[in-house]
């Protein structure tokens, strides 16, 4: 397994790796062959967790529990430029983000799933780019998901569903900055402006994957209907908890046929190239500094 100088053949998609990022009740994923752990530092400091990089149906999976194992990171801590920067450090150019998430809407029941395509960001103190000190982008967030990879994920889904869980493709994502759950108001307001799900994590890893140039898809599962639901008891953790179980293993079913799917398909998307034209900032005029740290997405683009 190569997993040194991964840098040299960031392009070769037949080479690339699909990544896992797990949250809440996802820490492991048991299935892979031929485990290497990697404990990595990046110019962003260290990620989550050690990355678990192993074998699934003919693919290369990098797994990270973006918690921690032990789940000691709340969604303000999490080193989301580390995560992403190390993910595409170790040519991850698919990337699916396992999150546990509360409905705003009566028709998404707990236990469901649900792939969003939109997000709307209410989070205030998360880092929203790597293009900084000295260095200019402006990526389109038209579309935050990769419709390619979420296509492939719902028809996998699919196959894998049963009469008591549904699957809702689309929706609008509420990322919010926890990490105590929404005021009852709040939970209303997210509601007239429609959307879907509620979470504190994926918005923030969607707009750097972007940047990355890596394809990202959230698989959304329900835990609860946070607290505007008069019918149910406000969301808890306790009740997160007892769905989460449940739910982590269906993702680990899911996951596995992805995998196979991606495997065979290594699906091109535009995410691919979602910096090009959006760099402003000439070269030339970028300090060495910024430039070492971010030469890892844009050495195509400056070469
Ligand atoms: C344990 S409930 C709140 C917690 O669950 C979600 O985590 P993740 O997105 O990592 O699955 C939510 O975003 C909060 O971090
Ligand atoms: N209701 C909720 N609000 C925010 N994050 C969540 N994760 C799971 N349920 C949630």
Redesign the pocket.
Known sequence: MNISGTQSDAYDFKQARLGIIG???LYRIENLKDIVELSLDTPYGKPSNKLLIGNLFGIEIVFLA??GEKHTLN?SEIPYKANIWAMRSLNVRWLIS????GSLKENIKPCDIVIPDQFIDRTHQRPLTFFNNGVVAHISMANPFCDILSQILSKEIEKLLTKDKKMHIGGTYLAME?PAFSTRAESNLYRDWGCSII????HTEARLAKEAEIAYSSLSMV?DYDCWNQNCENVS?EM?IENLQENANFAKSIISAVAKRVSSLRPPSSFHSALKDALVTPEEHVPEKTKSKIKLFTDKYWH
């Not at 979470?199 to 994926?202: I, K, L």
């Open positions: 949250g809440s009740g973006r918690h969604p396992a999150s546990a998430v926890g979470g504190m994590t994926n835990t953790v997160v």
